[in-house]
């Protein structure tokens, strides 16, 4: 089958005028290569992509894998998921949105016909690492119902104060917004929201501890909370307890997100933990160092 007939059967509403655009920009791979020719052929079983030239994309966010039905990127720290009442321009999905309603199509964003992006789930502005968003509301239904389902792989990596007793252990808690909006745990069992999180350490050090962690539910400050709970802060985290902000920033990344794709098989993306919090783990001997 020649290349273009392929992408009509994937993206049944792309014209072809769309198809052509879309090989001219190098935005269509072919097991993983670029390929511009709409007649080069293509095998019943070869993987065909619909991407895009990091050039275009926002300089804030990194691109790690789109096609038609999601858009997976790396956020990073400071940067809002959504827009608030104090901040509704500099946001993930706005530059997303606009990126996504104008690029390989004629209509502008916002306009009728003009493709658009809906959310997912968020991170903290602190928080750095992996999103994902859906291009259509179905997609959305489909991700959110797996987060719901307790289905989605979610790890993170983050560097705390002091040294965990045990090397691996389950965080359980009620979870609660206090008056300022702030996550705390509930001051009574029926209180709150149940919160599960699996930690394991990866690296000790004399004042400061690596480890990563595993979402069993997925409450908004979940990580945060619990660990400043535990009596080991994020680093940076000073809104809950932490007393040292080497980084100039909160020290929690998500690392590793893996679902069930819209078209029914499972996949994963990773980003790796900035080098500067091992790096951190291992330079800081005492806590005053910090």
């Known amino acids: 089958m020649r290349l273009d007939e392929r992408l009509r059967e994937l993206f049944s509403g792309a014209s072809r005028r769309t198809i052509k655009h879309w090989l001219e920009g190098g935005r269509v791979r072919v097991k993983g290569a670029i390929v511009r020719r709409g007649d080069a052929g293509v095998a019943p079983g070869d993987r065909v992509e619909l991407g895009t030239p990091q050039s275009s994309f926002p300089s804030l966010l990194r691109l790690v894998f789109e096609d038609e039905h999601i858009l997976v990127v790396d956020k990073p720290p400071g940067l809002l998921t959504i827009a608030t009442e104090r901040e509704r321009e500099r946001t993930a999905y706005r530059l997303l949105a606009e990126y996504v309603g104008g690029h390989g199509t004629a209509t502008r964003p916002g306009r009728p016909g003009a493709p658009r992006l809906f959310i997912v789930h968020r991170l903290d502005r602190e928080t750095s690492g992996l999103l994902v968003f859906a291009k259509s509301v179905a997609v959305k239904r489909r991700l959110q119902d797996q ?22 252990g389950t965080l359980r808690s009620r979870l609660r917004e206090d008056r300022s909006l702030r996550v705390r745990g509930a001051r009574r069992g029926a209180e709150g929201r149940e919160a599960i999180t699996r930690y394991r350490v990866l690296e000790r050090g004399a004042a400061a501890t690596l480890v990563e962690l595993s979402l069993v539910t997925g409450r908004r400050g979940q990580i945060r909370a619990q660990l400043a709970e535990l009596g080991h802060p994020i680093v940076g985290d000073r809104a809950y307890g932490a007393r040292h902000d080497p980084a100039r920033r909160v020290c929690l990344h998500a690392t590793r997100l893996g679902f069930t794709h819209p078209r029914g098989h499972p996949v994963a993306f990773e980003s790796p933990a900035p080098p500067t919090f091992a790096q951190l783990a291992r330079r800081f001997g005492r806590a005053k160092d910090l």
């Not at 307790?150 to 965990?164: S, T």
Request: no cysteine; hydrophobic share 35%.
């Open 147 to 168: 987060f719901e389902a307790r289905g989605v792989e979610r790890h993170y990596v983050a560097l705390v104060e002091g040294v965990p007793r045990e090397s691996e």
